[in-house]
């Protein structure tokens, strides 16, 4: 990751304890560097020069995060802090603002271990080390509301990506389904309601006007959660009738390999 003095990250642990590092902050910052390895499993066939490629999955991102702080006040009391907010008994979120072209991403983090501060160069040095089980940065919500029946976009993330889908009105059996044929389909009828298709890589969820309506989906056969594919997407919707009294819009967060 460049650091510049455009670029602020802001630690906010699941207590809402909150840490900003910036060129301008009490909290200097000097660095960010960031690993995540690509995981490639192949196979060797008798007779055959090299490998086959088997499958790639992408690794956990680890992050360092280097700086220091004034030695002359207060010393003890901004190592304090940073411990309490760089806390190991609770997880966090990273947040990544660019103040120029307001770029804004996340990514949700824990420590690896206690914060590392030390004395030099006159001035206390720190060393962080998060470690990320999802390692993708994700961008801020894009929400599109579907025209009627179709809609046209591009994923504008490095990824694939969930979303959620909100079919709203009144409409027997109504779906969503993407060109490739998957398709989630509800199985009763809407009535002046809200369906709303919860379709992400770790929850996927069908509700009612807020309750779980799982069980009205169709057999599984048709019932493939899909997520957006990287570039261009096109999502339709529908229903076995009434297709008319539907209204539809979907929401996204990109996810990034790194920030830029």
């Known amino acids: 990751m460049l650091v510049s003095r455009d670029v602020i990250l802001t630690y906010i642990n699941d207590k809402g304890m909150v840490l900003p590092m910036s060129f301008f902050s009490p909290f200097f910052l000097l660095g960010c560097r960031e690993q995540m ?24 991102r680890h992050i360092e995060i280097t700086g220091f702080f004034d030695a002359a006040v207060g010393r003890r009391g901004m190592e304090g802090e940073m411990k ?55 961008g ?28 709203s009105g009144s409409a027997s059996a109504p779906f969503i389904k993407n060109t490739s044929g998957s398709e989630i389909a509800f199985v009763a009828n809407l009535s002046n309601g809200l369906l709303k298709i919860t379709s992400l890589p770790n929850k996927s969820l069908v509700e009612v006007n807020g309750h779980n309506a ?15 594919e990287i570039g261009t997407n096109t999502i339709n919707y529908g229903a076995a009738s009434g297709t008319a009294g539907l209204s539809a819009k979907l929401a996204y967060k990109p996810r990034y390999l790194g920030t830029f």
Request: glycine share 6%.
């Open 214 to 228: 799982m069980k009205y989906l169709t057999d599984a056969a048709r019932r493939k959660f899909f997520l957006l």
């Open 140 to 167: 801020e919500e894009i929400i599109n509301q579907i025209p009627p029946y179709s809609f046209t976009f591009m994923n504008a993330g490095d990824s694939t990506a969930g979303f959620v889908c909100e079919l």
């Open 84 to 138: 309490k907010v760089f806390n190991t008994g609770c997880a966090g979120t990273l947040e990544y603002f660019h103040t120029v072209d307001r770029r804004h991403y996340t990514i949700n983090c824990l420590l690896d271990k206690t914060p590392e501060v030390a004395w030099g160069n006159a001035r206390v040095e720190f060393v962080v080390n998060l470690k990320c089980l999802d390692p993708y940065w994700y």
């Open 37 to 60: 390895q690509n995981n490639i499993s192949s196979e060797k066939l008798t007779g055959n020069d090299g490998e086959i490629l088997t499958g790639m999955s992408t690794d956990i």
